[in-house]
Every structure is written in structure tokens, then in C-alpha cells.
Nanobody, 126 residues
Framework: QVRLVESGGRVVQAGDSLRLSCAAS????????MGWFRQAPGKEREFVAA????????DYAESAEGRFTISRDNAKITVYLQLNSLRPEDTAVYYC???????????????????WGQGTQVTVSS
């Protein structure tokens, strides 16, 4: 079973950029669709971005559209989330998730995913 480890989270100021990484171990991510979710203090975990197994299709939450970019490097077994123009309301624990899939299908619901990482904390100060 694939195991996911997120990294890259830290404390930044509003307007800064960050790149989060999600590395897989145990098995390849080549046959998985991937997603990023986040959970802010006192709130439910929410969808941020998704990418298909092929990498050809992506989707974003409205709050992420135009600021965040999801990408994947199957050779490095890693999925990235580039965060630009960060806002204090982006403060959250960011999780990556995986599910077996092929082609251009992406998934935006938490229940679609079978494997989760432990999360990485992003804190944006004003």
C-alpha cells in the first residue's frame, strides 16, 4: 500500500509563496489520482485541488483557483501544490490523498480517496 508524506509547510507572511510536496513510498503513484485538502482550526477538512493519474486534468476549489497549482512528477513519485499570493485564511493543515485510477478522471470528494498523509502545517501571518 502506498504511504504518503507531506512536506514544505511553514510560517509565511501574506502574499508569500510556498510549494508543498507529497512523496510516496511503498508503491508507485503512477496509477493513482491525487488530491490536496486542508483543514483550518475549528473547521471541516475541505477540498483544495486534484489531479488525474495522467496529469492531464486538474481541478481547484474556488478559493484556490488562480493562486494554487497542483502538479505531479511520476518519475519522482511526488505531487506538488504551489501556493501563491497566500492569505491568512489559507492557514491550515494541508493533506495529500491518493486513490487508484487511470486516465483523466480527477476526484474532489474526500470519500473518493483511500490513502492519506499526516499533513503539513501552513501558517500565513498578516
Amino acid at each position: 500500500q502506498v504511504r504518503l508524506v507531506e512536506s514544505g509547510g511553514r510560517v509565511v507572511q501574506a502574499g508569500d509563496s510556498l510549494r508543498l510536496s507529497c512523496a510516496a513510498s511503498g508503491r508507485t503513484l503512477n496509477w493513482h489520482a491525487m488530491g490536496w485538502f486542508r483543514q483550518a482550526p475549528g473547521k471541516e477538512r475541505e477540498f483544495v485541488a486534484a489531479i488525474s493519474q495522467s496529469g492531464g486534468k486538474t481541478d481547484y476549489a474556488e478559493s484556490a483557483e488562480g493562486r494554487f497549482t497542483i502538479s505531479r512528477d511520476n518519475a519522482k513519485i511526488t505531487v506538488y501544490l504551489q501556493l501563491n499570493s497566500l492569505r491568512p485564511e489559507d492557514t491550515a493543515v494541508y493533506y495529500c490523498a491518493a486513490r487508484r485510477s487511470t486516465g483523466t478522471t480527477f476526484y474532489t470528494s474526500q470519500s473518493d480517496y483511500t490513502t492519506w498523509g499526516q499533513g503539513t502545517q501552513v501558517t500565513v501571518s498578516s
